[in-house]
């Protein structure tokens, strides 16, 4: 933990007044803000940064990330602007021909709105022997040719891999990539990009490996912000067995990486029309399971939210689906688990009002509304006053956090935030999209702070120096998000020691 002393900052207040009072000094020490006041003494030793009447926040979180996918999209082909099957095969027909015999791994693609299913045998007729993998953007999915089916022992088919057989599957990609591109450099590379966004700390919910790998990246120089390391159910017991309970350090004396919860994905996305629903799709009669499924049975998800429950652990439930939502809070109901409801994309009101009375966490990410939109209105028609209902969960006293999801949304707290305030992309001539769930900056930067308070004595000394007033009037939603798109952070301090400092700070 370390000291500094901040000069001349105006603190922005995250609940009353938005209005940002005049210019104090704010003193930390030991990792903890110990003084707010005017011409504060400067102890001995201590760092001292001159604000210039810049802008104070607590540092912001992104409270669902899977950082090794995230860092691995970055470099990966993006295949977001592919509008159908055949845009992705000239795609590909290019790349091989570019580079013949070098994987080809693209993230990003949005198939849900394909008019047609996408087949192997099409994309084996532009590869040959050239493994190509294709990631859809909600990272339920993926599209591989046989080269690569065959290279991850996947067996032969004409259809794109799904939910539960992709998540194992792809942490075998090292197979076709030899060095995965994830190593330490590239995470550090992550996390400085995260800082300078204004980012203290994330919740890995990262697929593959656990607290030995997140230990031996920590000491290669990703010892930056605070990490919350998730595991899913098939190291449960290996978790148990270490002495791991949410909250214990996985580094001794450390706190600023420490075991978070298990992760449990209950249901499948929208995107692959797996979310389980408790309507049909409304292309649903050529489904094999028209209103999606659930994937693990109830007695399933109570036992492990049980055995989590009882070995200190929390517990994130992935629910996108309604119907998912209403079988996560029976199973919570039942165990008397912790922990949060991870998405909550399709909700019914009184499950709402049922989540903030378990007193569980609705981690949201706005961002993903900007991608669902028109998917929600063609395969939910009449649900979207049900879709993302942000302001039921706040209206309810829902405990509400935000994050992105990464790599399905960039990680960028600001556009999140944004999209919360405008349920729509600034430069988009549309309307917001049913803004009655819309938030206030106010209410959006609070969900974005892990909790916190607004910057005052005894609040964790982890910071956002911000170049422009997040909560500045504006005369509409829209201009309000674009501003709030626009921001910029001067610097950045988790428990008292500085991650980011811009040149002109």
């Known amino acids: 933990m370390g000291d500094l002393l901040l000069r001349e900052t105006r603190i922005v207040p995250l609940t009353g007044d938005p209005a940002s009072g005049d210019p104090v000094d704010v003193l930390v020490s030991d990792g903890v803000v110990t003084a707010v006041g005017e011409a504060l003494a400067r102890p001995d030793g201590v760092e001292e940064v001159r604000a210039g009447g810049r802008w104070l926040v607590p540092g912001l979180w992104d409270q669902h990330v899977h950082l090794g996918q995230w860092t691995l999209s970055r470099q990966r082909v993006d295949t977001g602007p592919l509008g159908s099957p055949e845009e992705a095969c000239v ?44 990631i859809a953007g909600d990272a339920h999915h ?31 990609l090292t197979r076709l990539t030899g060095d995965a591109g994830d190593g330490p450099a590239a995470y550090r590379s992550s996390l400085d990009a995260a800082a300078a966004q204004g980012v203290v700390g994330l919740v890995d919910y990262e697929f593959a490996g656990g607290a030995d790998e997140w230990r031996a990246r920590w000491h290669d120089g990703c010892d930056l912000l605070r990490v919350r390391m998730a595991s899913y159910a098939d190291r449960l017991e290996s978790v148990i067995e270490a002495g791991l309970r949410t909250g214990t350090p996985l580094v001794e004396g450390d706190d600023r990486l420490v075991m978070g919860s298990l992760k449990i994905i209950s249901d499948g996305s929208l995107n692959t029309r797996t979310a389980w629903c408790c309507e049909p799709y409304a292309d649903g009669d050529r489904l094999d399971q028209p209103s999606g499924a659930a994937n693990l049975a109830p007695h399933e998800l109570s036992a492990l939210l049980s055995r989590a429950h009882m070995s200190g652990l929390h517990v994130a439930t992935h629910a996108i689906g ?58 939910w028609p009449g649900r979207g006053d049900r879709s993302f209902a942000f302001r039921w969960m706040l209206d309810a006293g829902a405990r509400l956090v935000l994050g992105s999801d990464a790599p399905v949304s960039p990680l960028d707290p600001w556009l999140a935030i944004g999209a919360a305030v405008h349920r729509g992309w600034v430069d988009d001539d549309r309307d917001a999209w049913h803004p009655e769930h819309a938030l206030t900056p106010q209410e959006a930067l609070a969900a974005s702070v892990d909790e916190q308070p607004t910057v005052a004595v ?48």
């Open 458 to 505: 005894g609040s964790r000394g982890d910071l956002a120096l911000l170049d422009h007033d997040p909560l500045a009037p504006a005369t509409s939603a829209r201009d309000a998000a674009a501003a709030l798109r626009r921001t910029t952070v001067a610097l950045t301090v988790v428990g008292g020691r500085t991650v980011h400092r811009s040149p002109g700070l």
């Open 322 to 379: 309604d119907a998912a939502l209403t079988a996560a809070l029976d199973a919570y109901a039942a165990t008397g688990a912790n922990g949060s409801i991870e998405h909550a994309q399709l909700v019914a009101r009184d499950d709402v009002v049922r989540l903030a009375g378990l007193g569980l966490r609705a981690s949201v990410q706005p961002a993903h509304l900007l991608d669902d939109r028109d998917l929600t209105e063609l395969i």
């Open 91 to 134: 795609l590909v027909a290019g790349l091989v021909s570019a580079d013949p015999g070098r994987p080809v791994i693209g993230f990003g693609h949005r198939p849900g709105v394909w008019t047609r299913d996408a087949t192997v045998a099409e994309l084996d007729a532009v590869s040959g022997v050239t493994p190509v993998v294709l």
């Open 142 to 172: 993926a599209w591989l040719n046989s080269a690569a089916l065959a290279a991850l022992g996947l067996g032969a088919r004409d259809e794109v891999v799904r939910e539960n057989e992709w998540f194992a599957a792809y942490e075998l």
